[in-house]
């Protein structure tokens, strides 16, 4: 569906080094990595936001209707939840169906400053279904939130990834556990500058628990 | 500091300009002369002037100067400013002239407009303009500057069209800056408008304050003025509060989240 191929910046201190990976529909990639290693910049590298990275070095087969959940809710504070959805190119109609899909029914015309955190959070991800998404990208979307809440996004997550198998998904996460929990494939980004180290199917334990161990323990670099 | 900032309860206006009006009354009966006329002369004479039609026809020859010039600094003033605040290269441009033209007194614009274009209309709506525009641009220009990046990414990638930008991202942001360039344009027009009646117009309440100045007529001068200054305020309670608590009902959510 999507073959990214990032060459890294031309100039300056490229946080970004040569990424190449293609991305199938149905994949549900956990994207792991030390903080602060370029996981947000690839992201960005991926939705067309970095100007710096070439836009050709990106090949799609057809262009991508991209969905991103950016770490802050990111709504125009100043409009309704169904405004903002319907900005994303969503009819009101639709609009009230995806806000529903995320357990919002009937907050279309809440301003999302009347949201708490994890409303507003699920908001946002109700505006990426707008788009009617090909690529999901999710940035630490369980990042500040309540065990419980943070778990029942998880679950929502699933479900929606579950109703869309077309639908492929990129999670930025520092936790191993969500994981487990959404993805079928792992990316661990670290160096400098930041390449993928690992790109693993999740069907194998034996990766996903050393590269859990490798989280827990940074030092040491256990496996093969 | 938020308590110095607001704007003092509604009480004191009544109480301390009845006391000022209270304070001229008693002054003006005290000293008996014709270049201070007591409270009671000067509603007289506006009274006399309204009756004639001579205050309504000058009123509505200096609003109508206002409300041009205040349009046309705005819309260009705005233009300026955004394109300023979002390209180094044009602020490098229109920097130095904004500097030049912020420091140069009103009166030498409105001289040199007189000057090379005559004593018409046009010049004297574009010598205000030309005084106006620097505020407006400078004052948007802060406002484009701090236009919030990442909702630019959000709008990049939901493929926002430039008017749904425009309308949704950018104006919102820029609306307190708009309403300060408005307030500080409302009462800086009015005023230049004025000095531009007097030298070079024959009507308007500028234009009438020259004749009143000629013959001392100290009544005529505080009656015209004093309309303006209701006017003015008219203006900002009738269009411009009204509009801000409308543009500012997001920050104030009327129920906490559920």
Not at chain 2, 100 to 118: C, K
Not at chain 2, 147 to 168: I, K, S
């Amino acid at each position: 569906m999507l073959e990214l191929r990032i060459a890294g910046r031309s100039y300056g201190q490229p946080v970004l080094g040569e990424v190449f990976a293609t991305i199938e529909r149905g994949d549900r990639i956990c994207l792991l990595g030390p903080s602060g290693i370029g996981k947000t910049t690839l992201l960005n590298a991926i939705a067309g936001l970095d100007k710096t990275i070439p836009a050709e070095a990106i090949i799609g087969q057809e262009k991508l209707k991209v969905g991103y959940l950016f770490q802050e809710h990111r709504l125009l504070p100043w409009r309704t939840l169904s405004a903002n959805l319907q900005l994303a190119g969503a009819t009101p109609r639709e609009a009230e169906v995806h806000l529903a899909s995320v357990g919002l029914e009937g907050y279309g015309h809440y301003l999302p400053d009347q949201l708490s955190l994890g409303m507003a959070r699920r908001a946002a991800l109700a505006r990426c279904l707008a788009v009617k998404p090909d690529l999901l990208l999710l940035d630490e979307p369980f990042a500040s939130l309540d065990p419980v809440m943070a778990g029942e996004l998880k679950v929502l997550i699933a479900g929606l990834l579950d109703a869309n198998p077309g639908m492929a998904m990129i999670c930025v996460t520092h936790d191993g556990g969500d994981a487990e929990i959404l993805a079928n494939r792992l990316w661990y980004l670290d160096g400098k500058p930041a390449q993928l180290q690992w790109d693993d199917v999740v069907g194998e334990p034996r990766l996903l628990n050393a590269l859990l161990g490798k989280l827990r323990d940074p030092e040491g670099f256990g496996l093969v | 500091m938020s308590n110095l900032s607001s704007r003092p309860p509604v009480w004191s206006y009544w109480v301390v300009l009845p006391s000022f009006v209270l304070l001229w009354a008693l002054v003006a009966s005290f000293l008996k002369t014709p270049l201070l006329p007591t409270p009671l002369h000067v509603l007289d004479t506006l009274i006399r002037e309204s009756a004639s039609g001579e205050l309504w026809h000058h009123l509505s020859a200096t609003l109508g100067r206002v409300i041009v010039a205040f349009i046309l600094s705005m819309l260009l003033g705005t233009a300026i400013g955004v394109v300023m605040g979002r390209s180094k290269t044009a602020n490098a441009l229109f920097d130095p002239m904004l500097v030049l033209l912020l420091n140069l007194p009103a009166l030498v614009t409105i001289i040199l407009m007189y000057v090379w274009f005559g004593l018409v209309e046009v010049a004297a709506v574009m010598a205000v303009v030309i005084n106006k525009v620097p505020n407006v641009a400078v004052t948007v220009r802060e406002g484009a500057r701090s236009l919030d990046y990442r909702l630019e990414e959000m709008a990049t990638v939901y493929d926002f069209t430039r008017w749904q930008r425009f309308r949704d991202v950018w104006v919102p942001q820029l609306f307190p800056y708009l309403m300060a360039a408005t307030r500080g344009g409302l009462a800086l027009i009015w005023k230049i408008v004025l000095v531009v009646e007097l030298l070079g117009r024959s009507d308007g309440i500028g234009f009438q304050l020259h004749l009143a100045f000629q013959i001392f007529d100290v009544a005529a001068i505080l009656a015209y003025s004093l309309t303006f200054i209701a006017v003015v305020q008219l203006i900002e309670l009738i269009i411009l509060q009204p509009l801000e608590h409308r543009s500012s009902r997001w920050r104030q959510p009327e129920a906490t989240h559920a």
